[in-house]
């Protein structure tokens, strides 16, 4: 799993264009305020190594950037673009939405961007050491 980690003043995302069969159309947009949002790449040897154990070293690794940056909000953001092998869309899945509840039960407020689709993204983020953060977990 690979995972670009930034501090963000604000983020904003519209969906764009769906880019998976099996989600139904949406047209939705948000906008979040001081979070670390997280653009997550899961590959295939993920699988390999179950959910749980992806999902508590993720959650780990999110809590501990939060921690840095000095914030409650994390937005999880499918991106399949820091790799080139993907894990498969229901274990991706799968893993954000367990990773989201236990983030959530360690009082963290918690946000996905709409699964399956490209997003016109909007990001307005500082320039110091620790809002961008990059790690293969």
Do not use: C
């Amino acid at each position: 799993m690979k995972v670009l980690v930034m501090y963000v003043n604000r983020f904003g995302y519209k969906t764009a264009e769906k880019n998976l069969e099996s989600v139904e159309e949406l047209d939705e947009s948000r906008e979040f305020t001081d979070s670390v949002l997280a653009f997550i790449q899961v590959e295939e040897k993920d699988e390999e190594k179950g959910v749980g154990s992806r999902e508590k070293k993720l959650v780990n690794h999110l809590k501990w950037t939060a921690r840095k940056n000095n914030a409650n909000r994390i937005i999880l953001h499918s991106f399949a673009h820091l790799s080139e092998s993907k894990a498969s869309v229901p274990y991706t899945h799968e893993l954000f939405n367990l990773a989201e509840k236990r983030l959530q039960n360690a009082g963290y407020e918690t946000a996905q961007t709409p699964f399956g689709f490209f997003l016109d993204l909007q990001i307005d983020a500082p320039g110091f050491s620790l809002a961008r953060i990059w790690a293969e977990l």
